[in-house]
T-cell receptor, first 111, second 113 residues
Framework: QKEVEQNSGPLSVPEGAIASLNCTYS??????FFWYRQYSGKSPELIMSIYSNGDKEDGRFTAQLNKASQYVSLLIRDSQPSDSATYLC???????????FGKGTLLTVNP | ETGVTQTPRHLVMGMTNKKSLKCEQH?????MYWYKQSAKKPLELMFVYSLEERVENNSVPSRFSPECPNSSHLFLHLHTLQPEDSALYLC????????????FGSGTRLTVV
C-alpha cells in the first residue's frame, strides 16, 4: 500500500512568516511530486511540481525534494492571509497515471 | 473553453431521483478520474478511466455509475442516493503516461435530501 503522509494541522503562522509544509512517502519508486492548494469548498489547484532532488523555486513558493529520505516539502515565504488553505502533497510512481494524495495540511495565516 | 469543466456546479436531489454529473476536458488528456470529497475529509478516489477503459473502481456503491463515451467526456450517473452521499464531486484529467499531475474541474456540490 503506497502511502503519502502529511500532518493534518492546522499549521498557524503570522503574516509575513515562512510556512513550512512537510510530506513523506513510502514508495521508493516515486519519481514525480506535486503540491496542490485547495481553498475551502473549492477544487485542488496545482501550484508546484518537482522531479529531482534539491530545491525548486517559483515566486514565494519553494519545493524541496530528498528522495533518499523520501521527503518533500513546500516553503511559502512572506505568507499572506490569502495563502490560508489546505495543501495536498501528491506522489506519482514512474510514468504511471496513478497519483497518490496525502490527506492535506490546513494552513492558516493570521493577519 | 479550456481546462476541465464540470456541470452542474450545484445539485440538490431527492433520494429517489436520478441525475447525472458531467465532466468535459479540453486538454487532450486521455485519463479521467472521479473523486468524492466529504466535508473536512480527504479526497476519495472513486473511478479511473484510461484510454476510455475503466481501470479502477474503488469499492464504490452501485448507486454511482460512471460512463466515459470518449476521452474528453466523463459522466457520473446517480440514482437512489443516500444523505451521506452529499459531498463535493471532483473530476480530474491527466495524460495517461508521463510525469504530469492532474488538472481538476471546479466540482459539483451535491446535496441529497
Amino acid at each position: 500500500q503506497k502511502e503519502v503522509e502529511q500532518n493534518s494541522g492546522p499549521l498557524s503562522v503570522p503574516e509575513g512568516a515562512i510556512a513550512s509544509l512537510n510530506c513523506t512517502y513510502s514508495d521508493r519508486g516515486s519519481q514525480s511530486f506535486f503540491w496542490y492548494r485547495q481553498y475551502s469548498g473549492k477544487s485542488p489547484e496545482l501550484i508546484m511540481s518537482i522531479y529531482s532532488n534539491g530545491d525548486k523555486e517559483d515566486g514565494r513558493f519553494t519545493a524541496q525534494l530528498n528522495k533518499a529520505s523520501q521527503y518533500v516539502s513546500l516553503l511559502i515565504r512572506d505568507s499572506q492571509p490569502s495563502d490560508s488553505a489546505t495543501y495536498l502533497c501528491a506522489v506519482k510512481e514512474g510514468s504511471n497515471y496513478k497519483l497518490t494524495f496525502g490527506k492535506g495540511t490546513l494552513l492558516t495565516v493570521n493577519p | 473553453e479550456t481546462g476541465v469543466t464540470q456541470t452542474p456546479r450545484h445539485l440538490v436531489m431527492g433520494m429517489t431521483n436520478k441525475k447525472s454529473l458531467k465532466c468535459e476536458q479540453h486538454l487532450g488528456h486521455n485519463a479521467m478520474y472521479w473523486y468524492k470529497q466529504s466535508a473536512k475529509k480527504p479526497l476519495e478516489l472513486m473511478f479511473v478511466y484510461s484510454l476510455e477503459e475503466r481501470v479502477e473502481n474503488n469499492s464504490v456503491p452501485s448507486r454511482f455509475s460512471p460512463e466515459c463515451p470518449n476521452s474528453s467526456h466523463l459522466f457520473l450517473h446517480l440514482h437512489t442516493l443516500q444523505p451521506e452521499d452529499s459531498a463535493l464531486y471532483l473530476c480530474a484529467s491527466s495524460p495517461s503516461t508521463g510525469n504530469h499531475g492532474y488538472t481538476f474541474g471546479s466540482g459539483t456540490r451535491l446535496t441529497v435530501v
